[in-house]
């Protein structure tokens, strides 16, 4: 029986595959699937991947052409058998060979729909340093389960909302329960995923634990410059919430989301600014933007 499924995305890793393949395979729980999938990577990624296949079973492969993350890991998603899923970035790295043993026998002793954790990020190539608090924990106790709603309010009251998905444990079960998927297309997509799949939540638990290091590098969708595809893509997550549910939770998000988008956003060429305000403008989003941020991104050098 397949305890855990792990989702591995590839795309021009080759540099990292090994460390990553390895601190899986070296994992003291060995009930585990790891399913990788080339999303049309040009380096020799797949020539590492199916090294690792000659050597142990439990890995799996599948290519697709480029399509971005998103449909990659849905791709994984369709072939998994676990009980609970990890979603990994394939230049990520478990740091403590009990990792998904520890993470495992706390999501099914408490019978979780998911377990949210801690990690720790590193940078090299000169890559831009990611704001991610991935350290949110300490807000709660473990051992007792959580409301989504209530979750995400506390933490974006306490600005430490996290949406990346390789700081959970997620049940299978529950997964197909609420029918969740990837949005395909656009990047930050875990902004809406981990949104949606916390609000459905009834049953989240917290571990104090930090076993995973999360590296940024130059690139990565993470450690390249800020551009007009991440705003648009946030205005996409924005508009598929308020499609999911028009409520004050979502309004919290959006405003909590937009303004340090648009904030951020100075950054972008002063001629792609029109067409990405007036987006926002259109959907009503200004009054989430703010007057500070929406000065910042038309004025700040």
Sequence with gaps: MV?????????????????TIGSLLNQSLKEIE???VNDGSTDHSEAIVRKYMQQDSRISYFYQKNQGQSVARNLALQHATGEFI???DSDDVLGDPNALQIYYEYAEKNKADFIFFDGDT???DNANRTTWNTKRTHLVEENIPY???????????KRVHNCVVWLLLIDRNYLNHIGLEFYPGIIHEDELFTTILTLQSHSIYCLKQSFIKHRIRSASTMGLRYTKRNMNCYLTVIDELFNFQNSPIIRKFAKYTLSKVFYTGHQIPFTEKPRVFWRAAKSGYLKYIGIKSSFVFWFKP
């Design 3 to 19: 305890k855990v499924s792990v989702i591995l995305p590839i795309y021009n890793v080759a540099s990292y595959l090994d460390e």
């Design 34 to 36: 790891i399913i990788a």
């Design 86 to 88: 990890y979603m990994m």
């Design 122 to 124: 590193f940078s090299e």
């Design 147 to 157: 409301e989504g709603e209530y979750l995400l309010n506390l933490m974006l009251d």
